[in-house]
């Protein structure tokens, strides 16, 4: 039996809006030619529920560990970036740029 749609419909969006598929029969008819799956071997377990939310818990322990490792590696190169940019005001090309020189002359 080939289903036709007794409605005609001016776009496919009305047509998927009325859509008498969605809306179903509401019952359940088993009939002499339904096939009935046989019973399976091996029945699914509850998960333990108390060993999932630890994991979760250790999970997330671990993420504020590694956060607050970030978090101070960052402030001590900032420090050290703020260090050497007060070294390089201060100085202006002094001890680095003859030391420089220096090794430039050397080489050559």
Do not use: C
Request: no cysteine.
């Amino acid at each position: 039996m080939e289903f036709k749609e007794k409605k005609k419909f001016k776009s496919k969006w009305d047509e998927y809006r009325y859509g008498e598929w969605r809306k179903g029969s509401g019952k359940t008819f088993v009939t002499l030619e339904t096939v009935i799956p046989a019973k399976p071997e091996k029945v699914m377990t509850a998960p333990d529920e108390a060993a999932f939310h630890k994991k979760q818990v250790d999970i997330e322990d671990k993420l504020k560990a590694i956060n607050n490792t970030l978090e101070e590696m960052k402030a001590k190169f900032e420090g050290t970036l703020a260090e050497k940019h007060a070294h390089r005001k201060g100085g202006e090309g002094g001890e680095g740029a003859v030391i420089m020189t220096t090794d430039l002359k050397q080489k050559f």
